[in-house]
Every structure is written in C-alpha cells, then in structure tokens.
C-alpha cells in the first residue's frame, strides 16, 4: 500500500489556525473512519492527538480537531502556539490488518 | 500505567538479522484490549509501520517487508519481539513498539508508545 500524501510543510503565526490534509484513496480514508493523528516533537515519541478521524483523547487541547471527507482527513490546529510547532503524521487503516502512515508536516509557528 | 520498552542491539551488519525486543510492563500482555505493533522512522524521515501480533500469535506485516520481517509474541515474559533478515542501510532507523487499541474505544489508535531504540545497519 501507498504512503498517504500529506503536504511537507505549512506554517503560520501565534494565534492564527492551520489545516493539515492527509489524502488517501477509496481503499483506506475513504472506505474506513480508522484515521488517527500524531504530533512529533524533534526527538520525541509520537503522541497520538486524534483517533477515529475526529474523536480528541482527553488530555489533549481541545485546540486540536479533525475531520474525514471522501479520500481526505483532516488536521486543524486552531490558536497556534509556540509549543505545536512539531512533525504531524496521519494513520490509516489499509484493510486486510494493514495499516499506513502519511509522510509527515513540519509545522512552523513563525 | 503500562509501558513500553524496546532492547536489542544498536548495530546490525549488512545481510545479518535485527532482532528488537519489546518488554511490555504494568500489565498483562495477554489482554484482548490491544495489539502490539513495530513501527519504524528513518532518520530524517517519516514513521513506516512494520507490523503486529496479538496475544493469541496472530501476526501481520506491511507487504513491503513481510518477506524479511517475523513478529512473535512470548505471553510467559510479557514481551513481544520483531526480526528482520537480510538487512540494509535502508533499514537504519529508531524503531518503536506500540500498542494499538483493539477494542471499540480508540480503535485502531497508537495510544501508548516505547522510548524508541536506534538500530544502525553497517
């Protein structure tokens, strides 16, 4: 299976808000709600931010949200902040007990 | 609270085999709660997954690196382990084990991950 597409970077200032995509196909984001997002800081283990496509963990800021159209899941990081300056990766189900990760967005908060 | 913890050589010389060990601490491994997944990240570069078991020893791997890639799981130990043959530069990378929701609440969720051990090939 095919890595899913995520845009390489995006960047905004304190304050403003930023969508990441994650495009699939009709074999995985589109057919199954399974996407999940994570946030990287250099060095860092991956800390899941967003499961089932739009569902938050608890602990994490209700700054974060996302949402599944069709192919193409959906990152939104609203009042950015210092601290999410970091890699975003996106996860889906593949089927057949398959799953992928997108290439990762380096968020700049300029 | 459980963890994750990855072990194995940092070291691997090219055409050998990797061999990681995941020790999962704070609980049972044998719960029908989650799967227990490796994942990859080259340096520089993105997170690949490589694959899963379950307690009962069921296994599945990325099409990519089935052929070169075992996954097992030892419930008397509470550890579960990757090896991968016949390796490559192209297989240096921090590898992570990862636990992955199984039941209906965070489905299909990385939700709890290993420190992460870096595993060269030269």
């Known amino acids: 299976q095919s890595a899913l597409t995520q845009p390489a970077s995006v960047s905004a200032s304190p304050g403003q808000s930023i969508t990441i995509s994650c495009a699939g196909s009709s074999s995985d984001i589109g057919t199954y709600k399974l996407v999940s997002w994570y946030q990287q800081h250099p060095g860092k283990v991956p800390k899941l931010i967003i499961y089932?496509?739009?569902r938050r963990p608890s602990e994490v800021s209700t700054r974060f949200s996302a949402s599944k159209s069709g192919n193409t899941a959906s990152l939104t990081i609203s009042g950015l902040q210092a601290d999410d300056e970091a890699d975003y990766y996106c996860?889906?189900?593949?089927?057949?007990?398959?799953?992928?990760f997108g290439g990762g967005t380096k968020l700049t908060v300029l | 609270q459980m963890y994750l913890q990855e072990s194995g050589p940092g070291l691997v010389k090219p055409s050998e085999a990797l061999s990681l060990t995941c020790t999962v601490s704070?609980?049972?491994?044998?719960?029908?709660?989650?799967?227990w997944d490796w994942i990859r990240q080259p340096p520089g570069k993105g997170l690949e997954w490589i694959g899963t078991v379950y307690y009962t020893g069921t296994t599945y791997s990325s099409p990519s690196l089935q052929s070169r890639v075992t996954i097992s799981i030892d419930t008397s130990t509470n550890q579960f382990s990757l090896k991968m043959i016949s390796v490559t530069a192209t297989d240096t990378a921090v590898y992570y084990c990862?636990?992955?929701?199984?039941?209906?609440?965070?489905?299909?969720?990385?939700?709890?991950w290993g420190q992460g051990t870096m595993v060269t090939v030269s």
């Open positions: 990862a636990r992955r929701s199984a039941a209906s609440l965070r489905q299909g969720a990385f939700d709890l």
């Open positions: 089932e496509a739009s």
């Open positions: 996860s889906s189900y593949v089927g057949s007990s398959n799953w992928v």
């Open positions: 704070g609980d049972s491994i044998t719960t029908n709660s989650y799967y």
